[in-house]
């Protein structure tokens, strides 16, 4: 039986794209683009999204390394988004059976406390560690993530699409 949110197979994933788009999401946290609080968390979906559609291969740890690549970029207290990747990784990979057996705008909404819980952790970690409140726009960034995934979706698995074949003897 096939998931409800695929209506077609999918070819496997290439494991080089599957990093490039982890390197690139990085690449677009580390764009300097001003101390904007709602700014979403590229990473952090693209993170989730393949913690979703390849638990095996994007894990925990990829998860902690790539939050302490944002922790070093940020000087922000080291672990802070190390912690808030690897808790939003554990919470994805905890679900991403149940995630996927719904449609692409039906998985958004169920990721959205993922995310507002990433962000109250790395929030409450800066704020123990005597940072600053960055402000209320922080409350923001989690439903652009989310309005994001459906984005995130269509663009991350175009290469897995195999393309329409019009022959009527192989039913796949």
Known sequence: MM???????????NPAFMWASLLGALALNLIPLGRVAAMPDFLALVVVF??????????VGAAFVFG???DVHEGALLGQHALAYT???YFAITIHRRLLWFTVPSQAVQ???LFFAAHAVSLIVRLLAGGSFPGWNLMFAPFIESLLWPVASVMLLAPQRRPPDPDENRPL
């Open 3 to 13: 998931p409800r949110g695929s209506d077609q197979l999918l070819l496997p994933v």
């Open 50 to 59: 393949w913690n979703v559609h390849q638990p095996r291969r994007v894990g």
């Open 68 to 70: 302490l690549l944002m």
């Open 87 to 89: 808790l939003l990784s």
């Open 111 to 113: 990721i959205l406390p």
